[in-house]
């Protein structure tokens, strides 16, 4: 059987390498994973292909996670209610859009014993990836507050729930720290090859106890979390989200459960590679 990755560009992926290490794990020998970059012009074509018997899904990465949506025959209510496909399903010939973003993320924050029940969670951005976010942290009960430069992107995402918009001003900054019992950067700021950047307004001091999660995982180590781990808070990297969103995502294709050890092997491995390049 046949998977493939729908975004673009594609080069510096790392879930080619975390997928076949997966399926490598579980023994499906006569499965593969293909990274497809498909511009966006291409992307009905691309879906087009999926309906083929020998595939059973793929996974969709930026930019089209919401503008794969009307090329799908219906999604889970996951999708439905994040607005956002980042995993195709097969279903009786019909291909269903579903989300695993938002529980991958759940998931890695559970393995970092975050707890958010009745606590304050400031997200960093208001596009498309900060709806996984919002949604999974409304879901489980946090108070969700928003900081973005482009207030009427961030206003679309009220309607996931009850969240708060802060303005990406100094003052917006300051009261929007506040006492967060956990930062989530859901911007691209400071990722590969943009590794000096950091989304967190200079002069801003970190919110002491918050913990620091940062969705960019290349580089490895980003400037948010070493800034969040010099002033002494714990800090990690959006790794664990993506190795759990992608386990997920296969446990769905394939019934089996994966061995969430062996990708963030192949993850890691990857980003070393990829660092070599740059």
Not at 105 to 121: E, F, G, P, Q, T
Not at 236 to 261: I, S, Y
């Amino acid at each position: 059987m046949q998977l493939a990755l729908l975004g673009y560009p594609l080069a510096h992926s790392v879930s080619p390498a975390m997928h076949a290490a997966a399926l490598a794990e579980l023994g499906l020998t006569d499965w593969a994973y293909q990274p497809w970059p498909v511009a966006p012009d291409d992307l009905p074509a691309a879906v087009t292909r999926l309906r083929a018997p020998d595939y059973a899904g793929a996974n969709v990465t930026v930019p089209h996670k919401a503008a794969v949506i009307p090329h799908l025959d219906g999604l889970t209510p996951v999708a439905q209610a994040i607005g956002a496909v980042n995993t195709i399903l097969k279903h009786e010939g019909r291909l269903l859009g579903h989300n695993t973003d938002a529980a991958g993320l759940l998931a890695d924050l559970y393995n970092h014993a975050v707890k958010l029940d009745r606590r304050v969670v400031l997200v960093l951005g208001g596009g498309g990836v900060a709806r996984a976010a919002v949604a999974a942290c409304l879901g489980v009960g946090a108070r969700v507050r928003v900081l973005a430069r482009r207030r009427a992107q961030a206003e679309r995402l009220c309607a996931l729930g009850d969240i708060d918009i802060y303005d990406w001003t100094p003052l917006g900054w300051l009261a929007a720290c506040d006492g967060p019992a956990l930062i989530l950067n859901a911007t691209s700021v400071g990722m590969a090859p943009n590794v000096d950047a950091t989304p967190w307004l200079a002069g801003t001091p970190f919110p002491p106890q918050a913990f620091v999660y940062d969705l960019v995982y290349n580089p490895p180590r980003t400037r948010l979390t070493l800034a969040a781990e010099a002033a002494g808070l714990r800090a990690a990297t959006g790794l664990g989200m993506l190795v759990e969103q992608g386990a997920l995502a296969l446990e769905r294709w394939t019934g089996r459960t994966v061995a969430r050890a062996a990708m963030r092997r192949a993850a890691e491995a990857a980003l070393a590679e990829l660092g070599v390049r740059h």
